[in-house]
């Protein structure tokens, strides 16, 4: 796996290889940066369900000043604290922490959250409940989902800005 975009571009990074995490491929992340692209210009970032790390790294590599990277499983985290240490990051943050324990804890107020729970999650409307509160106006949520899964086209007042879908993947963007 790659980034594909900004000061790391063709860098490689570890992929986790479980059964629980599900990597976003390159051609899809790229697809996601270059639509959410010009709604962001350095700011801190939040990926709730970070596998290896790919997403957040991607948004640091293209400005974003830093990173949160949260995930429930070990080993993903510890991929992602090898993957920020090869490419020499250093505004990165690491928590293990369930999403609900993660949101109800942080103090922190994100420019973009990136959501790509597990396909079993899917109670959309309940995690975009839970983040909305972190995320500060103007702010962009990306959220990763099974191409089935039902979601809100409005919430609170979150826009829904952009809706595509990939294989057997959809991913909305809102902003605030």
Do not use: R, W
């Given at each position: 796996m790659r980034i594909v975009g900004g000061k790391l571009r063709h860098r490689i990074i570890k992929m986790t290889n479980l059964e629980t995490t599900r990597e976003t491929q390159d051609k899809v992340r790229q697809a996601i940066y270059n639509m959410i692209g010009p709604y962001f210009d350095g700011g801190v970032c939040l990926d709730l369900f970070a596998g290896s790390g790919a997403m957040g790294i991607e948004a640091y590599s293209r400005?974003?000043?830093?990173?949160?990277?949260?995930?429930?499983?070990?080993?993903?985290?510890?991929?992602?604290?090898?993957?920020?240490?090869?490419?020499?990051?250093?505004?990165?943050?690491?928590?293990?922490?369930?999403?609900?324990?993660?949101?109800?804890?942080?103090?922190?107020?994100?420019?973009?959250?990136?959501?790509?729970?597990?396909?079993?999650?899917?109670?959309?409307?309940?995690?975009?409940?839970?983040?909305?509160?972190?995320?500060?106006?103007?702010?962009?949520?990306?959220?990763?989902?099974?191409?089935?899964?039902?979601?809100?086209?409005?919430?609170?007042?979150?826009?829904?800005?952009?809706?595509?879908?990939?294989g057997i993947k959809r991913v909305v963007v809102y902003r605030k």
């Open positions: 400005g974003m000043s830093a990173i949160h990277l949260n995930d429930l499983n070990n080993q993903a985290l510890s991929i992602c604290k090898e993957n920020c240490s090869s490419l020499k990051i250093e505004d990165a943050i690491f928590t293990n922490l369930d999403y609900v324990d993660y949101v109800n804890q942080c103090k922190v107020k994100f420019d973009l959250i990136i959501l790509d729970p597990p396909y079993m999650m899917d109670d959309i409307k309940d995690i975009l409940n839970k983040v909305y509160y972190l995320l500060k106006d103007n702010g962009l949520i990306v959220f990763e989902m099974g191409i089935n899964s039902i979601y809100p086209q409005e919430f609170n007042d979150l826009a829904l800005i952009k809706d595509k879908t990939y």
